[in-house]
C-alpha cells in the first residue's frame, strides 16, 4: 500500500495579495499594492504601498518539506514616496527578524500564510492569502 503524498506545488514567482488580516482586522482593502516576489533562490522581496509610502522589503524564505511552514528571516525594509519612486528613508536592517506561518490552501495560483510567531512588536496574528 503506497502511502498518499501530498502534491507539491511552487511557491517561486509573483503573488498578489487577495486578503490581508493583522490583529483580527481586515486591512486588505487598505492596499494599493501588495506583492510578493519569490526566488528559487531563497530570497523574497514584499512590496506594499498604502496611499503615499511605499514600502519594500526584503527576506531570506524556508519552506519545509512537506510545504506546511514557510519561515521568513533576515529581514530589511526601505520606505519609498509612491509617485516619485524615491527612497524616503534608509535601509533598515532587521537582520535578527524572523517570522514562522502555517501554510495552507497551497496550490500553483493560491496561497494562505498564518502567523504562528514573530519577532515583530504588537504582531499578535495575521493571515495572509496570496494568488498569481
Do not use: R
Amino acid at each position: 500500500c503506497k502511502k498518499d503524498e501530498k502534491e507539491k506545488f511552487d511557491i517561486t514567482g509573483f503573488w498578489e495579495m487577495t486578503n490581508y488580516i493583522e490583529n483580527g482586522v481586515n486591512y486588505t482593502n487598505n492596499f494599493g499594492v501588495f506583492d510578493a516576489d519569490i526566488a528559487a533562490d531563497g530570497t523574497a522581496e514584499l512590496t506594499q504601498e498604502i496611499g503615499n509610502s511605499g514600502y519594500e522589503y526584503s527576506y531570506t524564505y524556508t519552506l519545509n518539506a512537506d510545504q506546511t511552514t514557510l519561515a521568513l528571516t533576515g529581514v530589511t525594509e526601505q520606505t519609498y514616496d509612491v509617485n516619485t519612486g524615491g527612497d524616503t528613508s534608509p535601509l533598515n536592517d532587521y537582520a535578527s527578524h524572523s517570522s514562522t506561518y502555517s501554510v495552507s490552501n497551497f496550490t500553483n495560483n493560491t496561497i494562505t500564510l498564518t502567523l504562528v510567531s514573530t519577532t515583530t512588536s504588537g504582531l499578535s496574528s495575521q493571515v495572509i492569502t496570496l494568488g498569481k
